[in-house]
Each structure stands twice: as structure tokens, then as C-alpha cells.
């Protein structure tokens, strides 16, 4: 299917949310002259998480993740891009230090996407909220993971699905300025991806045993966020607030987010018993994000608590950590391998509500909906890409998945079919299997693309 920007007299598609997927699906359909109407409820209704009217608007971490081949998001950038992703053009070209992982700018970033949606003459913005699904024409219901309460209505109607939801938390957002440099220092664990000569991109507050756990028991004492009318709150594993991690075990951040190993001072060479790190939230390193720790502490605890960590006793939080719904429908039983629903295939579905973690993943879904739903429009029928690509793994896992165990997911290699085996006696090194499995996705990505 070449792109083309000359306008098709099929049929105009209706994009329900400008987030990561709507996004992108929109610009993958004008690329092949297809009108699109694009919805967005915000800024005329916002969400607990969202502070702006703009597309594709990061309200978690800023970074994409690994950006190198022997990483499976990794390979899922490199194939996105391939497919010309407005959502990993915009995120090159607002990309900010981070070590190996592609970290963004997430002002820029949204706005970059925001222009050049708004600049394409086949896009129709309709702002407001979509209380009811239409009745005809093609659909893609891309309303993420904070789908309005009408919508979710409508959805669990459609669907028949009585439980679409679990929750996720965010972590806060720290003024650079107010970190303590005399404690705080930069550096990548191992020095990694760092020249010599240069900081990290990692600012560290580093942790003896006694203030971890004395830390780690103020998480668990801690007031949290209320809850009415859910007895259960099943957190993805991915984005476990951390408080969360700390009432599994005392030790458990410190192999996880706070794990010290290869952060040694790098003056002192001192080691430590754990570390927080943050990370850059924008171009001029003025905000910082706290690297995995998503929060479910009320705001005041999260002040409190926080201002324990060495280097952050005077730390002015920007933003504080929040919990919020994620929606996701168990996509296995509805969803066929192009995200059509089997019982209405005019209405597709794309993100994170397909079940898929991330932005990346948010994103690349609604990549594969907007090719999906050209050749519908075209009167084609949709082909999706094979299993050994790292968007054919991910489309598997949303369709074939046994029902029974379905949750949210990253991409990752476990998904895709084992790499070449190396010939001879030596054996392949876990980043060697890991680049050949890449290397055979994107071997085989270009030949679907060139079918």
C-alpha cells in the first residue's frame, strides 16, 4: 500500500481520542488519502492525568524506552519508523538525553504531533466527548486508558464485558533546581552510553542502609489514596507504585528502581545501599521525573515521605504522583488479528486499551489501525504483519492470547519466535540472540511492506 496524500473518495473514518494511537492511526490514513474526523474531548473535558488539550500528550514518564536492537521496544521503534510513525518522528526530533532509552522533551513532543495534525487537510478536529459510538461507517475507539465514564458506558455495552478496568500510577515531576548537588550526583549505571568526560544522564540521591529503611518504612506507613466501591486494586507490574513494591519486602525497591549496583560515586568511588535516580522531563533538564516511583500516597505523605531522600530535603515537586484508571477490554475474545471486533467490523479498536503497556506499544497499535482501516476504506481487506515482527507479536498477543490470562503487556522478545541459531561451537551471546531476532523482524517487515 504506497502512501499518498491525494484525497480518497472512500469513506470518512472516525477516530474516537488524539492520544498516542488516535494519533498516529490519523496520520497513517492521510498518508493514503483518507479522510479523518478526530475526536478529542479535551480541553473541553480533561482527565486526572492530563494537563493540556494537545495530541498524544505524555502524562507518565517522558522516555520510549531502549533504542537499540537488542532491546524489543527497541526493534518496535525501528519498525515503527519504517512505516513512517509521526509518533517516533516527532519523538526523534524532541529527544533529550537518556542514555541508551529515547527520552523526550514532553512539551515538544506533544506539540510537534499537535501541528502537524492540525497542518494536514484531511484531518477534522471535533473537540468534545464522544458519549455514544456511531452507528455507521468505519470507527476506531482509541480513548485510551482514561476513557470518560459515557464512553466506557457504551463500551461495556458493545463489548459485553461487565470488568474493563485496573489502574496505574504516576510518578512526580521534581524543580532541578532544588536538588541538593552537595548529595546528588550524575552518572548512567556503569558509565553507560557516556563519553569520557561527560555526566550521566541519570542524577542519583544516593542511600545508606540506615535512611533506606527508614525510608521504606515511612512508604509503608504512609497515608494513601481512598478508595470507594473496589475491594481489589490489580496494579500492572510494570508501573507498581512503589510504596506497593515496598510492602512485598523491605528489599524489594532496592532490587528494583533503587537498585545501587554500578552507580558508585564517581569521585569518591563510594558505594551505597540504594539509590534514587531521576531523570530529565524536558530539553533544558529543569524538571526531573523520579525513575519508578509511581505513587499512591495522598499528596501530602508524598511531600512528607519524599523530602527523606537524600539530596531532595528542599525539593519543590511540579507535579505529584497520582493514581488513575486504565481501561482495557479483554481483547482476545473480541478483537480479531487487524483490531476489527469480530461481532461488528467496521469498529476497531487501537492503545493501550487492547491491552498493550506503553507508549511505544499505545502507539504502534494505532499505527497498525490506521493501515488496517486505508484498505478497509479502500474496499481491501486487511492483512496483519507476520508473527516474527515485533508489531505481529504484539497484534498476537492481543488476539490470540488465552483469554483466561490476558493482561497488559510490553512488548518483548518473549513474544516473538526464537532468532537464527549460530553455527559452530560457540554460542550466541544473550545480546547476539537477542539482535538476530531483530534482524529477522525487520528482515521480514520489509517484505510485508513491499507485498
Not at 495530541?55 to 525501528?78: I, K, M, P
Not at 484531518?123 to 485510551?144: R, T
Not at 541538593?180 to 549505571?189: H, L, S, V
Request: proline share 5%.
Amino acid at each position: 500500500m504506497s502512501d499518498s496524500s491525494t484525497p480518497s473518495t472512500q469513506q470518512t473514518v472516525t477516530i474516537i481520542g488524539a492520544g498516542l494511537a488516535g494519533s498516529e492511526a490519523a496520520w497513517q490514513l492521510t498518508r493514503r488519502g483518507i479522510r479523518v474526523r478526530l475526536h478529542e474531548m479535551r480541553p473541553n473535558k480533561m482527565t486526572p492525568a492530563h494537563n493540556t488539550g494537545n495530541c498524544a500528550e505524555l502524562v507518565c514518564s517522558n522516555t520510549f524506552r531502549a533504542d537499540h536492537l537488542e532491546n524489543a521496544v527497541g526493534l518496535l521503534h525501528e519498525e515503527m519508523r519504517r512505516m513512517n510513525s509521526l509518533i517516533m518522528r516527532c519523538g526523534d526530533e524532541a529527544r533529550i538525553p537518556a542514555g541508551t532509552a529515547l527520552a523526550v522533551d514532553r512539551e515538544q513532543f506533544s506539540g510537534l504531533v499537535t501541528s502537524a495534525l492540525k497542518g494536514e487537510p484531511l484531518i477534522e478536529f471535533i473537540e468534545g466527548e464522544v458519549a455514544e459510538i456511531p452507528k455507521e461507517g468505519l470507527v476506531l475507539i482509541a480513548s485510551g486508558p482514561l476513557t470518560s465514564d459515557a464512553l466506557y458506558a457504551e463500551i461495556q455495552a458493545l463489548t459485553g464485558e461487565e470488568h474493563l478496568s485496573f489502574f496505574d500510577a504516576i510518578a512526580p515531576v521534581i524543580d532541578g533546581e532544588s536538588v541538593n548537588m552537595d548529595i546528588a550526583f550524575w552518572k548512567n549505571r556503569y558509565d553507560k552510553n557516556v563519553e569520557e568526560g561527560e555526566a550521566g544522564d541519570y542524577l542519583n540521591c544516593p542511600m545508606n542502609e540506615a535512611q533506606y529503611k527508614a525510608f521504606i518504612k515511612e512508604l509503608v506507613d504512609a497515608e494513601k489514596v481512598a478508595f470507594k466501591g473496589f475491594e481489589e486494586i490489580p496494579f500492572f507490574e510494570g508501573c507498581m507504585p512503589i510504596e506497593e513494591m515496598a510492602e512485598r519486602g523491605e528489599d524489594t525497591p532496592r532490587f528494583g528502581p533503587m537498585k545501587p549496583v554500578g552507580l558508585d560515586h564517581p569521585k569518591t568511588g563510594e558505594r551505597y545501599y540504594a539509590v534514587v535516580q531521576l531523570r530529565r522531563d524536558n530539553r533544558m533538564g529543569s524538571l526531573l521525573n523520579m525513575v519508578g516511583f509511581q505513587t499512591k500516597m495522598t499528596y501530602g505523605e508524598q511531600k512528607r515521605v519524599f523530602t527523606m531522600i537524600p539530596g531532595l530535603e528542599d525539593a519543590e515537586f511540579f507535579r505529584l504522583g497520582s493514581l488513575h484508571r486504565n481501561t482495557f477490554i479483554k481483547s482476545p475474545a473480541l478483537l480479531d488479528d487487524t483490531l476489527r471486533l469480530k461481532k461488528e467490523p467496521r469498529i476497531l479498536f487501537a492503545g493501550q486499551i487492547t491491552g498493550v503497556e506503553g507508549y511505544v506499544e499505545s502507539a504502534s497499535m494505532g499505527l497498525m489501525a490506521g493501515r488496517f482501516l486505508a484498505a478497509m476504506a479502500q474496499g481491501e481487506e486487511p492483512v496483519a504483519p507476520p508473527a516474527d515482527t515485533a508489531h505481529g507479536a504484539l497484534l498476537g498477543h492481543v488476539s490470540g492470547t488465552r483469554i483466561e490470562d490476558f493482561q497488559p503487556m510490553n512488548i518483548n522478545f518473549g513474544l516473538l519466535p526464537p532468532g537464527r541459531k549460530r553455527e559452530g561451537k560457540r554460542r550466541f551471546s544473550r545480546a547476539e540472540r537477542r539482535r538476530s531476532v531483530s534482524d529477522q523482524a525487520l528482515e521480514t517487515l520489509q517484505k510485508w511492506l513491499e507485498e
